[in-house]
C-alpha cells in the first residue's frame, strides 16, 4: 500500500479538514513571517483543487462516493456523499478560490495591510464553509458549514470600505441570520417527522408523509431560506451593498461562490431531500420558482443599468443571473436543468472575472465610477481586455459561455411551453447589452483629448494570470460545452428529475 | 478606573474564584465524552475565567496573564490537535475520527476511543478559550488612559 493509496480512500473528508486546518495555522505561519501567509493559502488551495478534481473524476468513472466519519454508518452517523452534483460544485469552489487567492497578494496588500493575516484565515475558512455545505450528506452538518461560510463571509466584508463595509456586513448579518433560522427551522421540522437527518434516509422516508403539513411548511422555510441566501429578487437586498463594499478580492470570492453553493443548496433539498414529483407537481414549487427568477433576471438587469459604481453595478447583475440558474432548475425538464446547471459553472467564472477586473482597476486607479473610465483602454489593456470578453460572455454572445446557458435555458422554456421565459432571457440579454455598454463606452472611446498623453500602466503579473485564466475558459467552455455536459452534467439532470439513476 | 474595580472585596473573591473557575472548567472539558458538558462548555468556562479577572484587574493585567501572541497560538494549536487526532485515525487505516483504530492498547479499542475523544475535546477547549478572550479584548475599548486620565482630572480640578 502506498502512500497514495492510503490517501484516496480518504479524499472526502481531506478536502473539508485541510483548508479548515491550514486556515487555523495561517496565523502561526504568519507570526512566523507575514509574507509566507499567501504561500501557505496558495499551496493549501492547490491541494484542495487537486483532492476535488480527483473526486469528480473518481465519481465520473466510477460512481458516487460514500465516506461515514468515524466509521458510523449512517443514519447513525454523519456521511459524505460527492455524486456528480457536489462533486462539480466543489471543483468550482477550488478553482475560484485558487485565482482569487494569486490574485490577492497585491490587492490585498493595498487594501488591508494591517489584515493579511486575518484574511487569509478567514480565507481558508470560508473555503471549508463553502466545501463542507457542498460535500455533506447529513443536513444539520450542512447547517453547521453554512453558519462557517456565512460568518467567514461577514468577516470578510466587514474588512472592506471603512465604515460602509461595516453597515454592509450588519446588513447582511441580520438577513443572513434569518435565513440560517428558517433553514434551522425546516431541518428542525424535518427531523421531527422524519427522525433523520441523512439526506438519501430521508428522501427515502419523505415520500409517505408528503400530506402532512409540517413537511410542507419545512418546504416553505427552506424555499425562503435559501431565497434570501442566494439573493433571489425580493429578498436580494443585503447583496448589493455586500458586495460593493468588500474587499476587491473577496467580493470576487463571495460574488463567484457564495450564491452559487446557495444554488446548490437549493437544488439538493428541492430533488434531494424531497423528490422531484413533490417539488414540481405536489407543491408547484418549482413554477413559483420559475417566475420568482424570471422577475429577478428582469428587475436585476434593469437596476442594474442605474448604477454608476462598477462593482454595485455587477452586483445587481448577479441577481440577475442568479434568475438564470433558478430559472433552469425550476423550469424541470432536462435540457433547461442542463442550462440552469450550467450556468453555474459560466457564472463562476464571468462574475468572478468581472469582479478581479473591479478589484484591479480600482488598484491601479482607485476609481470605481464607471463613468471616469475613459481612457482604460489604453492604460490597461489586457485587463479591459478581459473585461470585454466577460461582458460579452455575459451579453451571451455566441462562442462564450454564455451563449451556451442562455441557449439550453431558452430551449428549456420551449420544451417546457413557456414561450414567456425565451422573452424574458431575449430582454434581459438586451438590457445587459445596455449597462455593459456604459463601460465598454468609456473605456475604449472616451474623450480623446484625455486620452492622449496616458502611459500604459497595467495591472501587475500575479493579478493578470487569474483574470486572463478566467477569461481563456470563458471561450474555451463556451466553444467546447460538450466536455461539462456529456460527462456531467446529462447524467446528472436525469438523476435530480429522477429519468435515470446516477451512475 | 471605575468604582467596581477598586471594591476590596470584589478583587479578593476574583482572585480566590478564578482558579476554582478554571478547575471547574477542566472539569467539563475532561467530562465530556461520558457526560453532559465537553470541549466547547469547557473552554467557555475557563475563558470566562480569565475574561473575569481582566475586567477587574484591568486589561494590562490580563493581557500579562494572556498575551495576544499567547492566544494566536492557542488558537490555532487547538484545533491542530483535533485535526492530527482526526488524521492519526486515516494514517492507521481507519476513517476520519474513528478513534478505535488507533493501536494504544491493542487488547481494548473502547478505552482508546475515549481516550482519543478527550484529546479532541481538549483541542476543541483550548481553541474556544483562546477566540473567547481575543474578541474579550477586541470588542472591549481600549484602557490605555487608565493611569493617565484620573491624573488629568487632578490636574484639571
Known sequence: ?503 | MSGIQESIVIRTVVRIMVPFIQIFALYVIMHGASGPGGGFQGGVIFGAGIILYAMIYGHKEGKQRMSDKLNRILSSSGVAIFAVTGISCLVFGGMFLQYGVVPLLPDNPAVVSRLLIDVVEIGIGITVLAVMISLFFDVSPPETDEEELPASEEAGQ
Request: glycine share 8%; proline share 4%.
Open chain 1, 1 to 503: 500500500m502506498t502512500g497514495f493509496d492510503l490517501i484516496t480512500d480518504h479524499l472526502p473528508v481531506l478536502t473539508v479538514v485541510i483548508p479548515l486546518m491550514a486556515g487555523f495555522l495561517t496565523p502561526i505561519v504568519g507570526w512566523i513571517d507575514r509574507k509566507l501567509c499567501w504561500y501557505w493559502v496558495m499551496l493549501t488551495m492547490f491541494a484542495v483543487l487537486l483532492m476535488t478534481s480527483s473526486n469528480l473524476y473518481t465519481v465520473i468513472t466510477s460512481g458516487t462516493i460514500h465516506y461515514h466519519l468515524g466509521g458510523w454508518t449512517p443514519p447513525i452517523g454523519i456521511e459524505y456523499v460527492i455524486d456528480l452534483l457536489n462533486g462539480f460544485v466543489c471543483l468550482i469552489i477550488a478553482f475560484i478560490g485558487l485565482m482569487v487567492g494569486i490574485y490577492s497578494i497585491e490587492s490585498i496588500k493595498k487594501e488591508l495591510p494591517n489584515k493579511i493575516i486575518p484574511f487569509y484565515s478567514i480565507f481558508l475558512l470560508l473555503i471549508t464553509g463553502l466545501m463542507g455545505m457542498t460535500i455533506t450528506g447529513d443536513i444539520f452538518n450542512f447547517y453547521v458549514f453554512l453558519e462557517i461560510s456565512s460568518l467567514t463571509a461577514y468577516a470578510l466584508i466587514a474588512m472592506g470600505d471603512r465604515g460602509d463595509g461595516v453597515v454592509a456586513s450588519f446588513n447582511y448579518l441580520i438577513m443572513g441570520t434569518v435565513a440560517a433560522s428558517f433553514i434551522l427551522l425546516g431541518i428542525g421540522y424535518l427531523y421531527a417527522v422524519t427522525g433523520s437527518l441523512n439526506i438519501a434516509d430521508m428522501q427515502g422516508l419523505l415520500p409517505s408523509i408528503y400530506d402532512n403539513k409540517v413537511v410542507l411548511a419545512a418546504l416553505a422555510f427552506f424555499m425562503v431560506g435559501f431565497s434570501i441566501k442566494v439573493g433571489l429578487f425580493p429578498l436580494h437586498a443585503w447583496l448589493p451593498d455586500a458586495y460593493t463594499h468588500a474587499p476587491s478580492a473577496a467580493s470576487a470570492l463571495i460574488a463567484g461562490l457564495m450564491t452559487k453553493v446557495g444554488a446548490y443548496a437549493m437544488i439538493r433539498f428541492m430533488f434531494s431531500v424531497f423528490t422531484p414529483e413533490f417539488v414540481i407537481d405536489m407543491t408547484r414549487m418549482a413554477e413559483i420558482l420559475t417566475w420568482a427568477a424570471a422577475l429577478a433576471i428582469v428587475v436585476g438587469s434593469v437596476l442594474a443599468i442605474a448604477q454608476s459604481d462598477i462593482k454595485r453595478m455587477l452586483a445587481y447583475s448577479s441577481i440577475s443571473q442568479i434568475g438564470y440558474i433558478l430559472l433552469g432548475v425550476g423550469l424541470a425538464n432536462v435540457i433547461g436543468m442542463q442550462g440552469g446547471l450550467l450556468h453555474i459553472l459560466n457564472h463562476s467564472l464571468m462574475k468572478c472575472a468581472l469582479f478581479l477586473v473591479a478589484g484591479a482597476i480600482f488598484y491601479r486607479t482607485g476609481i470605481r465610477n464607471l463613468h471616469q473610465f475613459q481612457g482604460l483602454g489604453k492604460k490597461m489593456p489586457v485587463t479591459t481586455t478581459v473585461f470585454l470578453i466577460a461582458a460579452l460572455s455575459m451579453i451571451g454572445v455566441p462562442g462564450t459561455v454564455g451563449f451556451t446557458s442562455k441557449w439550453y435555458l431558452a430551449l428549456g422554456s420551449i420544451n417546457a411551453g413557456q414561450w414567456i421565459f425565451v422573452i424574458v432571457i431575449l430582454v434581459s440579454s438586451l438590457l445587459n447589452i445596455v449597462y455593459f455598454w456604459r463601460v465598454f463606452d468609456n473605456i475604449w472611446f472616451g474623450h480623446p483629448h484625455e486620452v492622449e498623453h496616458i502611459k500604459r500602466d497595467e495591472a501587475p503579473l500575479s493579478m493578470l494570470i487569474p483574470m486572463v485564466l478566467l477569461a481563456v475558459l470563458c471561450i474555451f467552455f463556451g466553444l467546447f460545452a460538450y466536455y461539462p455536459l456529456h460527462y456531467v452534467l446529462e447524467p446528472l439532470s436525469n438523476a435530480l428529475l429522477g429519468i435515470g439513476v446516477l451512475p
